[in-house]
């Protein structure tokens, strides 16, 4: 089932639009499954559950963190994420940035917005998004790639649209400011329910776990 999934959704994606699978929950075998069959990028919302995989799959793929970045887990975190797309304060950004100097290595991260202003979700809220990317001009081993955001999570996913409208002007606003530092490459939104209006509205990387790996 996972190999089908993968290569309908792989078939049905526009050219430059990434599938990254959301593999919460996910067992190292499923995640391998999907990596066979053609996945290139696994998104993990916890640390712990990415290091069993890692161990696995290792490089044969890239590593997205998509959680919620708690400080104790900064380190383990730098270690196996290639991308961290759920930056959404100067705070963990500082313990980011203090953990790549002491690996020597330079991370990539998207900031979250919390463009549906959800008061139980993490996130910069949409007016602040641009002055979060000006400061962290200022970190040398950190280097802005872009937004992300949630939307929503409803049952029609007409509703995430404006979400996902706001978040895309926001990125090109910032784009077209030539803000050091932020190369504004990528917009990851939308997940099994939405990933066709995120693409319509601009994403180029989706989260997809349900599609691919079934309910849980």
């Not at 979700?121 to 790639?145: A, H, N, T």
């Not at 409803?154 to 002007?169: L, M, S």
Request: charged share 30%.
């Amino acid at each position: 089932m996972i190999k089908e999934n993968v290569k309908r959704l792989l078939a049905e994606l526009p050219d430059g639009v990434e599938l990254e699978a959301a593999c919460k929950t996910r067992t190292p075998e499923e995640i391998l499954e999907a990596i066979d069959a053609g996945v290139r990028i696994i998104g993990e919302n916890y640390v712990q559950e990415a290091e069993k995989a890692f161990k696995i799959a290792g490089n044969r793929v890239k590593w997205h963190f998509i959680g919620h970045l708690q400080k104790n887990k900064v380190r383990k975190a730098v270690r196996i994420f290639d991308m961290i797309e759920t930056v959404d304060s100067l705070e963990i950004t500082g313990d980011i940035d203090k953990a790549c100097a002491e690996e020597n290595k330079a991370m990539p991260v998207l900031i979250e917005v919390n463009s549906g202003r959800e008061k139980q979700k993490f996130g910069v809220l949409p007016e602040d998004v641009k002055r979060i990317v000006g400061k962290l001009s200022g970190f040398s081993k950190i280097k802005v790639m872009g937004l992300m955001t949630m939307g929503p999570m409803t049952g029609d996913p007409e509703d995430a649209r404006p979400y996902f409208v706001e978040t895309r002007r926001i990125f090109e606003k910032i784009k077209a400011m030539g803000i050091a530092g932020a190369e504004m490459r990528y917009l990851s939104m939308g997940m099994s329910n939405s990933y066709r209006v995120a693409i319509e509205e601009g994403a180029n990387i989706i989260r997809v776990g349900t599609k691919i790996f079934g309910e849980r």
